[in-house]
């Protein structure tokens, strides 16, 4: 049974331009979440998604960024106009059930130039 | 305001050198007290959940104790492969599965 896959595990952006990360849960997992490391911090919360819905996007910035997660494909957490202080690793997770444990992916680590 | 305290930030143990990892919280309605081993470059990895006070849950060298302001991770007889980042995190009261985690407690275990 795969785990959670992510995808690029290594991304490098310009200042200004877009990064699109993209998360397969494990299978069976309709529940997704993104987090974000930031150098020398903790994981924090980004995004809480079931399939085609939005259900706790508190801690995501207000600007910039989206996610979704489509009827078919993987989950996308994108960034638009990208700025040195997104540098940091993102973390897909996925459970079944939407409570309890957390199954995550290796993460995509983005770095801005 | 949900909150999670991890300490000490870093832990130095001789192999076979026992000791506590502590994780102090604060939460308005606790929905289960998770610790993960992070090892650097990789995702967190699931080790133990806890609902409820007085609840303990062992697996090899580790074991997770809760109270009702805190849990303590024990790591007796370390090895030096238990060298990673541990983190804790509650479930809060926003019943979303949204876990808040701490800074990680990392732990190097010499030979």
């Known amino acids: 049974n795969a785990g959670v896959m992510q995808n690029p595990r290594h991304l490098v952006r310009r200042r200004g331009q877009e990064a699109r990360l993209r998360c397969s849960p494990m299978k069976g997992h309709s529940h997704v979440y993104w987090y974000r490391q930031l150098p020398e911090e903790g994981l924090k919360f980004m995004v809480y998604l079931q399939k085609e819905n939005i259900i706790d996007e508190s801690g995501m910035p207000k600007e910039r960024f989206s996610a979704e997660f489509p009827k078919e494909g993987p989950s996308i957490l994108r960034i638009q106009q990208v700025v040195r202080g997104d540098s940091a690793a993102y973390f897909c997770a996925s459970s079944p059930s939407g409570t309890g444990e957390l199954f995550f992916g290796e993460g995509s680590r983005l770095t801005v130039l | 305001e949900d909150q999670v305290t991890q300490s000490p930030e870093a832990l130095r143990l001789q192999e076979g050198e026992s000791s506590s990892l502590n994780c102090s919280y604060t939460?308005?309605?606790?929905?289960?007290l998770f610790w993960y081993r992070q090892d650097p470059g990789k995702g967190p990895e699931f080790l133990f959940t806890?609902?409820?006070a007085g609840e303990e849950k062992e697996k090899e060298r580790l074991k997770a104790t809760l109270t009702k302001k805190e849990s303590f991770l024990h790591i007796t007889a370390p090895k030096p492969e238990d060298s990673a980042t541990y983190l804790c995190a509650v479930g809060g009261s926003s019943n979303t599965g949204k876990l808040i985690f701490g800074q990680g407690t990392t732990l190097q275990v010499k030979p």
């Open positions: 806890l609902y409820s």
């Open positions: 939460v308005s309605g606790l929905r289960g």
